[in-house]
Structure formats: structure tokens, C-alpha cells
């Protein structure tokens, strides 16, 4: 059952897809590449494929996942202040006219999501297959994997867990933190403002410390 974000995003990416295809009507790009499915998008929403968390774009980068583009789709000052390790800078207009090889896995991130998830769809739009957004952009990765909070204590089936995405956090030189009421979950900061205002202090204190 799509939850009630799924349908919203859903109704996004079919406008999205037919907005992006129109320049390409006729053109051999979009002989070559061009292949969209509604429905096949909708399941893809539905089933929640459309992103990957944080820890799992962490996992891959740290693993040197083969083929992994990582696109970070924000302006130039933004990328410049600080960005994911591996990433490259590409502008949303410029997305569309990079050619991608079909084995390649992308990831694109903004800050908030949003234009990642439009990215998303204009690449899904094109033909691509592996591709993915972040659905809460460069805030979830400070908070999730630079600044996590985790469970103190935690249970004997979350233990794994904790110590890997501790570990992960370290190796990407950021700091956990431990908590007895922090539970363990990887989800979107609950409002944009709070976590804007999080990261900014999380980019700050890493500036300060040369990271």
C-alpha cells in the first residue's frame, strides 16, 4: 500500500516525466535512450527504490562500490562549502546532457532532496535504471553518518548495527554520539528548518576543525 508521501511523490514524477521528455521528442537522444513507464515509476515509488539512506550511500563509498557516480546537484558556493567524499557537481540542466553508462549506480543528493528526487526522475525519464536520490539530501547524511546519535544500550539484535554505522562515522572522520534514549533508525530530520539549522552547525564545526 503507497503511503500518502509515495503518492505525492508519484504525482511529482509524472509531471516531471512528461515535462522532460518534450525537448527530446524526435531527437536520436531520445531514440537511444529515452523509455518512460508510469506504472513501472509508480511501483518503483511504491516499493521505496526510488532512494537509498545515508548509511547505505556510506557502506558504498567506503566499500568503493564499482561504477558508483555520486551527483551532488546544488549550486557552486554550496558544493565548494562541503560536499559528499567522491561526489561531483553537476546542475540539474546539465544532468540530462551527461552521458552515464548503463553499469554506472547513481546517487544524486541537494539539501533538502527535492531536486534530487527531479533529477531522479529526468534520469528515470531517459532510461536509466541505477539510480537512486537521497531522499533527505546532504541534512540526513551530516545527521546520519557525520553526526550520528546512537542507542547507548542497545539490543543484542541492534548491536551489528551501531557498530557499523559508528564505524562508518568515524571513517568518513565524523563524531557519534551516544545516547540511553536515542533509538536506532536511519529516517528524514522531521522538519526542514531543524535540520538546516543542524547541519549549518555540523558544517561549521568541521570547518573549524579543517575537515
Known amino acids: 500500500m503507497p503511503t500518502e508521501r509515495s503518492v505525492v511523490r508519484l504525482l511529482a514524477i509524472s509531471a516531471a516525466a512528461l515535462a522532460v521528455v518534450a525537448p527530446f521528442v524526435g531527437s536520436p537522444y531520445a531514440a537511444q535512450h529515452a523509455s518512460i513507464d508510469v506504472t ?12 537509498v539512506t545515508a548509511v547505505e550511500l556510506a557502506q558504498w563509498i567506503k566499500e568503493r562500490r564499482p561504477d558508483l557516480r ?14 559528499i567524499p567522491t561526489a561531483a557537481r553537476l546542475s540539474l540542466d546539465s544532468l540530462v546532457e551527461t552521458p552515464f553508462r548503463p553499469s554506472d549506480t547513481i546517487v544524486l543528493y541537494s539539501d ?8 531522479w526522475t529526468f534520469l528515470r525519464a ?11 539530501g546532504l541534512n540526513e547524511w551530516l545527521e546520519m553518518v557525520i553526526s550520528p546519535t546512537l542507542p547507548e544500550h542497545p539490543s543484542e539484535s541492534q548491536r551489528a548495527e551501531v557498530e557499523n554505522v559508528a564505524a562508518l562515522s568515524r571513517y568518513f572522520a565524523g563524531t557519534p ?3 540511553v534514549t536515542a533509538r ?14 543542524t547541519s549549518a552547525a555540523i558544517i561549521a564545526r568541521m570547518r573549524k576543525r579543517g575537515c
Open 70 to 83: 555520486v551527483i551532488d546537484v546544488r549550486d557552486p558556493d554550496a558544493f565548494a562549502t562541503y560536499h
Open 126 to 136: 531517459l532510461g536509466y535504471r541505477r539510480v537512486f536520490f537521497l531522499r533527505g
Open 184 to 197: 536506532l533508525e536511519h529516517a528524514v530530520p522531521t522538519t526542514v528548518r531543524d535540520s538546516a539549522s
Open 177 to 179: 554520539k551516544f545516547s
Open 40 to 51: 513501472e515509476l509508480a511501483r518503483v515509488v511504491a516499493r521505496e527504490e526510488d532512494h
Open 112 to 119: 533538502g532532496g527535492a531536486h534530487a528526487a527531479q533529477g
